[in-house]
Structures are given as C-alpha cells and as structure tokens.
C-alpha cells in the first residue's frame, strides 16, 4: 500500500491508548493501539496488534500537526513500501488520523515489531562478542546493499536504528529511515541531518551524501559494538572536527580480518570505501562456519520508469 488514507479511530483511553485505526481495505478498524514505546522529536512510536492475524506492529505516529513532521512519515511509508529485505523492517500499512479525534489529520505508519531492542540497547553495558558482531554486520550489511540498490542513502545509521531480531532470516533489522533520500541529494537547510557521532566526514562537512556514507556510519557502529566506546567521543563540535581531520582509531589487538573489514569501511575518501556488498562479503569470513555465500541476493538497481520513488523512512521514534 503506498497510498495515505483515512483511518477511522474507535474505543476510548487517552491520546491514541487503546484505539483502533483502520487503513484501505479494513474499514471497521485494523490496528489496536497500545503503550506508547518512545517519543521523538517528529513522531511517538506506539506499541500495537494488527487484528488480522494478532501479530505485534509498532504504530508510528507525526508527533504534531507540524507539515514536516507529516511529511517525514508519508515519506517514510513510501520508502518502506518499497523495499523488501530480511534485514529491513517490514512496512505493514499507513493511514491518517480522522477528524473529530485528539490527533486528528496527523499521518502514522505500521510496520513490523522487532522484539530484540536496539543495538544501542544491547552493547550500553559495554563491548559485545565478536562472534554476535560478525553476524549483525554480514545481515546489516547486506539490507544496506538493499537499500543502495534502490539509489537511496540511509543518512541515520546509528546503533538506536539498528534492531535485533530473533527471527533466523535475519539477526537485525535497518530501521528509521525518517531522513532517507536518494544518492546525491543536497541536505535541506536548517534540516536535522543524521546523528553527530556516527556521521561520515562528508556528512559532517555538509556536502552531498551517496551510499558511502551509510558505509563509514555502520563502519563506526561495528567499532563501538567492537570496543564499547564510541570513536569519536565528546560533545558533539569537537566530535565533527575531529571526523573531518583523522579516521576513527581500529585497535590492533580485534585482529587482521576485523582491522581490514573496518578499515576498508571508514576511509576518509568516500570513494575508497568498500560498498555494501564487498564489506558483507568480507563480514561473511568473520562469522563463525560461515565460509559461504551470503543468504541473500543484493537486488539489482532500479532504473528507468520501473525505479521505486525514494523518500525518508523508520521505525524508532525520529531523533
């Protein structure tokens, strides 16, 4: 479904608490909405059940009335109906908030509920397993090669936007695609773009932003998940000064494979840094028993009038 429509709200509670919105094709209403999961600077993210088959969804929802924060999540639902990927969260259904209700007008989306947590979650004690990094890089890596298939940048690679899954296709899932554009797209003025500390030296300089750059962010992320320290610490000037004039510091001691992959991965010229495919060929090697071909295909790039229109994406409430 890619079209917005208008969603019909039923039952009582506060604010969206224990209603049901409907979306095209279930007009007596489809998705229960319950808690709230986290709140963000452009959207509230609920947790919810699609009563079509009682599976869990997570309810995004334009945290107000604001046309950009109502755009993020129309775009949002247009790039997540366009792509398909073990790897990626899986987009569900989107509708709009009807008239005569407390968040009345405002655009949601639906997609899948990721039961792991986030990265961010999982390494705040500290570094994780080698072994469990391997495997979240050869599968975030390979729905990255999805994505860029598709000519689209992610722009937030961040542990927060990198989900665990306990499903066997894939151990993590891309989330948040709230500021997703197409390869080479000019950033907009006075427009949050990324997350400082994982932003590639491109992006932290302002220029235009292709797919490597989504390649240096989780080339950083891998190291913190590595390490458990952030690679470039401090507030967040000195961090973006410091991202424009060095590449992040790969300790030895994780040994050759993990030094190679990272730094082929966080190059400060862009167009020295591995693609999507040719890092996840080399994060397959570090996967314990898996001198194998990846699980999946990266699909080939759209073109022509066939090409899926691009546009922000996500799931995690918007940073």
Not at 82 to 106: K, T, Y
């Amino acid at each position: 479904m890619n079209a917005m429509a208008p969603a019909r709200v039923e039952a009582g509670g506060t604010g969206l608490g224990a209603r049901v919105l409907s979306v095209p094709g279930s007009p007596e209403g489809r998705f229960l909405v319950h808690e709230p999961l986290g709140i963000g600077a452009t959207a509230t993210v609920f947790r919810g059940t699609d009563l079509a088959d009682g599976r869990p969804v997570a309810i995004k929802v334009a945290q107000g009335p604001d046309a950009e924060h109502a755009e993020r999540i129309h775009s949002e639902a247009r790039v997540l109906a366009s792509l398909e990927h073990p790897a990626v969260v899986r987009f569900v259904g989107a509708g709009i908030v009807p008239q005569g209700e407390q968040w009345a007008g405002r655009p949601f989306l639906v997609e899948e509920f990721a039961y792991g947590g986030s990265l961010a979650e999982r390494i705040r004690g500290g570094a994780a397993d080698p072994d469990e990094v391997a495997a979240w890089a050869a599968d975030a890596l390979s729905g990255l090669g999805h994505v860029h298939s598709r000519g689209l940048v992610h722009r937030d690679i961040k542990p927060a936007n990198i989900l665990l899954s306990a499903l066997r296709r894939s151990v993590v899932r891309l989330a948040d695609f709230g500021i997703a554009a197409p390869a080479g797209t000019a950033p907009e003025p006075g427009v949050s773009s990324g997350t400082v500390h994982y932003m590639s030296p491109e992006q932290a300089a302002g220029q235009l932003l292709g797919t490597p750059s989504d390649i240096y962010a989780l080339g950083l992320v891998l190291l913190e998940c590595l390490t458990g320290v952030k690679a470039f610490p401090g507030v967040p000037v000195e961090s973006l000064v410091a991202r424009t004039l060095r590449g992040p510091d790969i300790p030895a001691g994780l040994g050759s494979p993990w030094v190679s992959l990272l730094t082929g991965m966080t190059a400060m010229d862009p167009a020295a840094r591995a693609t999507a495919p040719e890092a996840g060929e080399m994060a397959m090697q570090l996967v314990p028993g898996a001198s194998r071909p990846p699980r999946w295909p990266v699909a080939a790039p759209l073109t022509g009038a066939g090409a899926a229109e691009p546009a922000p994406a996500g799931l995690r409430p918007a940073s």
